[in-house]
């Protein structure tokens, strides 16, 4: 989905879609995506553990909600940064053996470069190999930082 590219305001269902969970798309107003090379962003390795083992590298994502699936990126930084490709950045820790969390904060920007709001994203996932599937609450903010809707959502991430 596209950010919109009509006047400043935009309905709150296309504000929640445009950014709501872990942005299914790049945005096309006031921000620029910068795609690694084919072969960056491959999981990093430490002695004595494999790249399996933790959510480091990039990863395709599903992400479920209110009936509809969308697809978005993922990348986990080896020290604890996430970022979603094309906007949005947090940070992710580990929780236990094959878990973690992670937060990520994403600014929605109206087609004339103003700030309409952000879409705070918590998800708890369960890592088993290469896939990750997590579970937790987006909200979505207006311009005064005020809650205007909050939703269930469910991720499906392939490493990639």
Known sequence: MMRSAQGARRPRRAVVLAAAVLAAVPMTTGTSTALAPAGAGAPATRPGRTAAAGPVGRWALKVS?????????VQFAP?????????????????????????????????????????????????????????????????????VRSVQAHDTGTRS
């Not at 909600?65 to 990126?73: I, L, N």
């Not at 609450?137 to 005064?144: C, G, L, P």
């Open 65 to 73: 909600f209110e009936g509809q699936t969308y697809d978005s990126t």
């Open 79 to 147: 020290g604890g940064t996430a970022f979603i490709v094309g906007g949005g950045a947090g940070s992710w820790s580990r929780t236990g053996e094959g878990r973690f969390t992670f937060r990520i904060d994403e600014p929605v920007w109206g087609a004339q470069g103003d700030y309409l709001g952000r879409v705070s994203v918590d998800q708890r996932a369960r890592l088993t190999g290469d896939t990750f599937t997590s579970s937790g609450i987006s909200r979505q903010y207006d311009a005064d930082d005020v809650l």
